[in-house]
C-alpha cells in the first residue's frame, strides 16, 4: 500500500535554477498520476523551505536550518544552536621579523603580543582558516597567524590583553562574522563541512534552555 510520495531538490540553494522547475512539474505529474488524497506529499529540504514555500506539501525536511544555519546566506531569523570554542593555551610576547607557525608562513612586521589556542586540524579546524581567517572574544576580532597545525592556531593579541583560559569563538555565537554561512562564502565552501569535520576528541556540552 502506497503511504507516501517525495523527492529531493537537488539545486535548493538555487532560486533561479532551472532543473528546480523541472522536478517541482515532474513531482506534480506524478501526484496527479496516482490521484490518492490520502497519500503524503513532502519535497522540500532546508533550502527549499526557504526558497520555494509556495511548494510545501503535507510535510518538510528540514536538515541544518534547525541548527540555525541556513544553505543559502545569512538569515536573521536563523539563530545558531551550536558554537566551536577553544581555550587560550599561552601567551607570548614575539619581536619584528620572527616567525610563526610551520614553514614559517607568517612573519611579524613588528613586535607583537600573540596566544596559542588549543585547536588544529585534528579536531576538526578547517585549514581554510589559514586565509584571513579571524576568532573571536567578547565581540573583539583576533586575527589567525601562520598555518594551522594539527592541535593549535595562533592570533595576534597585541591590541587586547587575552588571558590563558579565554575560550575564542571559532564558529557559531552571535558575532554575524562567525556565522558558518558567512565564513563558508569567504573560502568558496559551504557549512555543511565545518559541522561534519569536527573530531570526536573535541568536547561536546549540551546546554538546555
Same mark, same amino acid.
Given at each position: 500500500m502506497l503511504e507516501g510520495v517525495y523527492s529531493h531538490l537537488s539545486s535548493s540553494p538555487d532560486l533561479n535554477a532551472a532543473? *528546480?522547475?523541472?522536478?517541482? *512539474?515532474?513531482?506534480?505529474?506524478?501526484?496527479?498520476?496516482?490521484?490518492?488524497?490520502?497519500? +503524503?506529499?513532502?519535497?522540500?529540504?532546508?533550502?527549499?523551505?526557504?526558497?520555494?514555500?509556495?511548494?510545501?506539501?503535507?510535510?518538510?525536511r528540514p536538515g541544518i536550518i534547525i541548527y540555525g544555519i541556513s544553505p543559502i546566506k545569512n538569515n536573521k531569523n536563523l539563530k545558531p544552536v551550536m558554537e566551536l570554542k577553544a581555550p587560550v593555551v599561552l601567551i607570548k610576547n614575539i619581536f619584528k621579523g620572527e616567525s610563526i607557525g610551520y614553514d614559517s608562513a607568517y612573519t611579524a612586521s613588528k613586535n607583537m603580543t600573540i596566544a596559542i589556542v588549543q585547536c588544529g586540524y585534528a579536531d576538526g579546524l578547517?585549514?581554510?582558516?589559514? +586565509? +584571513?581567517?579571524?576568532?573571536?572574544?567578547?565581540?573583539?576580532?583576533?586575527?589567525?597567524?601562520? +598555518?594551522?597545525?594539527?592541535?593549535?592556531?595562533?592570533?595576534?593579541?597585541?591590541?587586547?590583553?587575552?588571558?590563558?583560559?579565554?575560550?575564542?569563538?571559532?564558529?557559531?555565537?552571535?558575532?554575524?562574522k562567525s556565522k558558518l554561512e558567512h565564513i563558508s562564502s569567504i573560502h568558496n565552501s559551504i557549512p555543511y563541512i565545518y559541522l561534519t569535520s569536527l573530531s570526536r576528541r573535541v568536547k561536546r556540552e549540551y546546554i538546555e534552555k
Open positions: 532543473s *528546480n522547475c523541472l522536478q517541482f *512539474n515532474c513531482f506534480k505529474k506524478a501526484v496527479n498520476f496516482i490521484q490518492d488524497s490520502n497519500i +503524503k506529499l513532502h519535497f522540500l529540504n532546508s533550502g527549499g523551505i526557504l526558497n520555494f514555500k509556495n511548494n510545501i506539501y503535507d510535510a518538510v578547517n585549514k581554510n582558516f589559514e +586565509k +584571513k581567517g579571524v576568532v573571536f572574544y567578547k565581540n573583539n576580532e583576533f586575527e589567525i597567524l601562520g +598555518k594551522i597545525s594539527m592541535d593549535l592556531f595562533v592570533v595576534n593579541c597585541s591590541n587586547y590583553k587575552l588571558k590563558i583560559n579565554d575560550e575564542l569563538t571559532i564558529w557559531g555565537g552571535e558575532n554575524c
